[in-house]
């Protein structure tokens, strides 16, 4: 696919392209800029809040050069991979630097695995953190009770398309495409199924195994939780707590199942850690482990693997 300069420069006005703020150390100095890729209904900042609570700054902190980037809300993977792609390109285009570190949260793991499979002489590492490797079970009950045709399909498409258009507005990039249906099919055991297939870079070949660490020159890494309700405080750790029955008494984070998160080199995939917990929230109240230390343990893996 062409991607000119025009493409370029509408990229750049989704991606955060402000300077890293001065490095206090370099524990998390990787060779290569982080770009964080987030997931569905995400966004990079809105209304003052940051997908990526804390996470970003503490990176920063520790001598990475961070950026963010915003993709569709709802949309496929694939629109949200070459999306992702385009930003790539304008971070590449004005830092000077040959490749980027990709890690993408839930359906960000797509995303990244998406531009990694694209244009792998430009990325150095691709990882997925609580990724949807092998899809969610939640989402294939949701597609079962709105099949496509039916007036709750008509109705649901709506709901989600109107509330990514919505999170879109309110971080900054309203006109993005929303496409409710597109999303909910691609979250699917047999959508992830799917691009899997047109896909397969670091994806295992067993279940509950590791997939290739490195295909392309590109390096592929992997970590997610299997816990619910970490902290009482939370008020996100019930619902998800709900969801996780959709999992039959598999461990997994409410969200993703512990073995289809897998992808590439598996660091760990039963944090005690819910899948927002992942991502730092709810504001900072997660329970006994850390994310934004494993963020930075993270960088500093890619840092000594030369990355």
Not at 99 to 108: A, C, D, E, F, P
Not at 111 to 129: C, D, F, G, H, L
Not at 183 to 191: A, D, H, K, N, P
Request: glycine fraction near 14%; proline fraction near 4%; hydrophobic fraction near 40%.
């Amino acid at each position: 696919m062409k991607r000119h300069l025009s493409g370029l420069l509408a990229a750049a006005a989704l991606v955060s392209l402000s300077a890293p703020v001065h490095a206090a150390g370099t524990y998390a100095a990787t060779q290569y800029p982080i770009v964080l890729a987030h997931g569905l209904m995400g966004w990079d900042t809105a209304v003052g809040i940051d997908y990526w609570y804390g996470i970003t700054g503490d990176l920063k902190s520790n001598g990475a050069k961070v950026y963010t980037t915003k993709v569709s809300a709802v949309n496929s993977s694939e629109v949200r991979g070459e999306q992702l792609v385009q930003q790539i390109q304008t971070i590449l285009a004005v830092t000077g630097a040959k490749k980027v570190n990709l890690i993408g949260h839930s359906q960000g793991n797509q995303s990244v695995r998406y531009a990694a499979a694209v244009i792998p002489n430009q990325v150095a590492s691709a990882t997925s953190v609580s990724g949807t490797t092998g899809g969610s079970p939640v989402a294939d009950i949701i597609a079962g009770v709105a099949p496509g045709g039916s007036f709750t399909n008509v109705v649901l498409n709506a709901v989600i398309g109107g509330l990514g258009q919505l999170i879109d507005l309110f971080s900054g990039s309203p006109g993005l495409p929303a496409d409710g249906n597109a999303v909910l099919t691609s979250l699917t055991t047999s959508g992830a199924a799917n691009f899997n297939r047109n896909f397969p870079q670091g994806v295992p070949t067993t279940r509950c195994g590791q997939g290739a660490a490195v295909v392309n020159g590109v390096r592929y890494y992997s970590w997610s939780g299997t816990g619910l309700i970490t902290s009482g405080l939370d008020i996100s750790d019930y619902p998800l707590a709900g969801t996780a029955l959709a999992f039959k008494g598999q461990p997994n984070d409410g969200l993703v199942g512990q073995c289809d998160s897998h992808l590439g080199q598996v660091i760990r995939s039963d944090y005690a850690l819910n899948h927002l917990d992942t991502i730092n929230h709810f504001f900072g109240v997660t329970g006994r482990v850390d994310p934004v230390a494993l963020y930075r343990q993270h960088a500093n893996r890619l840092k000594n693997a030369g990355l």
